[in-house]
């Protein structure tokens, strides 16, 4: 399993009765997970002092309950020196997926080591933690998300940490058509990060279903590649693509490129009983080490 273990600012405290506990930073937030299936003792006293709980509806959805929490504050992440704003919204989100740090670290590293200029191109980059991550190990980054308010999120952050000013793309577009534009104007990139929605539209109503889309989109992107590829990471939070299919799916449309395949979960240690958490799956290709 890829573990996020190098957190300050952000922990999962307890788990139990299909909800977490977790701290961002000064606050303590309670939201729904579907993998929480045990009915154990909330020993914590975080549960009493929560800042905000988002509840589910019995109809869909749900919707936040606050105990003085700001609309908007942030947290760091300082193995990366990163810096992201937070504020809850729709669908029990934060703005960010702190698993993913696991990732970031991953592909940071490989990035640094490389010994040339890489370009990197992010799909689906919400508010940017991966495009982030790479531009601050010294990539050059084309950030590609369908919605104007997470690119917008996304430059926030860029700008909190510092990074403003780094060689990065921000782009509003749906990401296939995209793609296939960029095959069109024989643009190649050195890495692909994908953290694709399982249901989603695009700005012009464009639908979106992984299990649907996310070959026919890999197979695309694999033309989009340099005659060096460096890294290719597909993330999925869907149940059905668990990481045998993200490896087969990887080792599929790269054999031609030889290299190394890994897919693992992603997972949060909790604090309070030592479990690992599962948070989706990710399916990692790098070239072979020369």
């Known amino acids: ?19 977490k506990l977790e701290r961002w930073g000064d606050y303590l937030l309670v939201r729904p997970d579907p993998q929480v299936i045990w009915d154990t003792k909330r020993t914590h006293p975080g549960w009493k002092k ?24 942030s947290i760091s992440y300082e193995n ?19 698993e993913q740090a ?8 490989k990035i640094r080591c490389a010994g040339r200029p890489i370009k990197v191109l992010n799909l689906f980059a919400y508010t940017g933690g991966a495009t982030l991550a790479a531009a601050s190990a010294g990539a050059q980054v084309t950030h590609v998300d ?5 690119v917008a999120w996304a430059k926030e952050n860029a700008k909190s940490s510092g990074l403003e000013e780094a060689k990065i793309r921000w782009l509003v577009d749906d990401c296939q058509k995209f793609v296939e534009r960029e095959i069109r104007r024989g643009n190649h990139y050195d890495a692909v990060i994908m953290d694709p929605p399982s249901y989603g539209r695009g700005p012009k109503g464009e ?18 590649l340099s005659t060096q590829p460096l890294f290719f990471l597909i993330n999925s939070y869907t149940t059905g693509l668990q990481p045998a299919v993200l ?24 604090r309070e009983s030592g479990l690992i958490l599962p948070c989706g799956a990710s399916g990692r290709w790098e070239c072979s080490e020369k």
């Open 146 to 150: 369908a919605s104007k308010g997470m």
């Open 102 to 109: 696991a990732n970031w670290d991953w592909f940071a590293d």
């Open 247 to 270: 490896s087969y799916l990887l080792g599929t449309e790269l054999r031609s490129f030889g290299g190394r395949i890994d897919a693992q979960e992603v997972g949060l240690l909790v």
């Open 50 to 73: 929560k800042n905000g709980h988002y509840h589910r509806s019995a109809k869909g959805g749900g919707e936040w309950e606050f105990f003085h929490l700001p609309g908007q504050w």
């Open 80 to 98: 990366l020196d990163l810096t992201f704003n937070l504020k809850p919204f729709s669908f029990k989100h934060t703005g960010l997926f702190p």
């Open 1 to 19: 399993m890829f573990i996020a273990d190098k957190w300050n600012d952000y922990e999962v405290l307890d788990t139990s009765r299909g909800e």
């Open 207 to 224: 639908i979106w279903k992984i299990e649907d889309a996310i070959h026919p989109l890999v197979k695309l992107c694999v033309q989009l």
